[in-house]
């Protein structure tokens, strides 16, 4: 696992002509922060951390900039044109593309797409590489929010929509990305861990049967709350403002950071989620009721049909 090099990223700095320097990590990263603030105390500023949750580029801590000069958002690529006053700092997983053998054994077709998480996002060259050498064919796209080709975040999938690719290979780790893939793409997805070596095709029906179960459980609801976030990059009020139009019982809640004692305190009996896609669906075991995609909230109201189910992506 590699940061860039102290040096380099305090030159950036000094570029910016900054003195003092905010620093924000996800929760992965965050066990690196007293060490990167001590690295750049030592070549001379005056560093301050910033110790709220971080999900994502979505989730920048630009209040830090009452205090500091310079914002250094570590572990993500940014969502569009980066900010005067932010700076993104990548975090790269190293792993050997031969691993990508395990999941040869489940491909059906010499012709897939290809995508990966931001910390691999530097090898897909390398993985496209090796699966040539096996007579596979691997193609890759661009895609939204400041994605690089085959690059997928866990709330944009448009990189895994690749023209001409018969089915996805996703690498990296945990379910919800390539859940993600699976249901944007309505294309077959195996899923390869490149740590852990696994490898297995990626069942999407189960998943949307546990979403329809709650969508069903929502339709009892008394009052719904819309979730809309003030973070900046996950901000989607007209779409809740909309919405909240076509339901007499339905009322917009603008909450920072959503967490369930929250929702418990609040007493709806079942919520729509306008923040980061995945509070609906990872976090869901966490909430006390229904959290609903605001397109199941849409079937519940009727207008979208019952079996076109869209997971639930940003801009």
Do not use: W
């Not at 993104?88 to 995508?115: K, N, W």
């Not at 309505?186 to 179960?213: C, I, N, T």
């Amino acid at each position: 696992m590699s940061l860039t090099g102290y040096s380099e990223l305090a030159d950036r700095i000094r570029h910016r002509g900054a003195r003092v320097v905010a620093l924000q990590f996800p929760a992965g990263l965050k066990r690196r922060a007293a060490e990167m603030a001590g690295a750049l105390r030592k070549e001379g500023f005056e560093v301050i951390l910033s110790g709220d949750p971080c999900y994502g580029a979505c989730d920048l801590a630009l209040e830090t900039l009452d205090y500091a000069d310079v914002l250094v958002h570590f572990g993500h690529t940014p969502i569009e044109k980066e900010p005067q006053r932010v700076l993104y700092e990548p975090f790269y997983v190293d792993f050997d593309p031969e691993v990508l053998g395990r999941a040869l054994p489940l491909l059906r077709s010499q012709t897939i797409g290809l995508v990966t998480t931001a910390q691999h996002i530097h090898l897909i060259g390398n993985m496209r590489e090796f699966l040539a050498k096996k007579g596979i064919h691997a193609l890759v796209t661009g895609g939204s929010r400041g994605c690089a080709e085959g690059q997928v975040l866990g709330c944009a999938f448009s990189a895994a929509r690749v023209p001409g690719a018969e089915e996805i290979l996703f690498v990296g780790t945990g379910v919800f990305h390539p859940l993600g893939v699976q249901l944007a793409t309505g294309l077959r997805v195996v899923a390869l861990d490149p740590f852990s070596g696994e490898a297995g095709e990626v069942d999407g029906q189960r998943f949307l049967r546990k979403r329809m179960a709650l969508l069903e459980k929502a339709r009892s609801a008394e009052q719904i709350g819309l979730l809309v976030s003030t973070k900046p990059g996950q901000n989607r009020y007209r779409k809740a403002r909309d919405l909240a139009s076509r339901a007499e019982n339905a009322f917009v809640i603008l909450m920072d950071e959503i967490s369930p004692d929250e929702l418990l305190n609040l007493g709806f009996g079942a919520y729509v989620n306008f923040a980061c896609p995945r509070l609906a669906y990872d976090d869901q075991v966490r909430f006390p009721v229904p959290v609903l995609t605001p397109q199941e909230f849409e079937i519940l109201l009727g207008i979208r049909p019952f079996g076109e189910y869209q997971v639930d992506e940003l801009g």
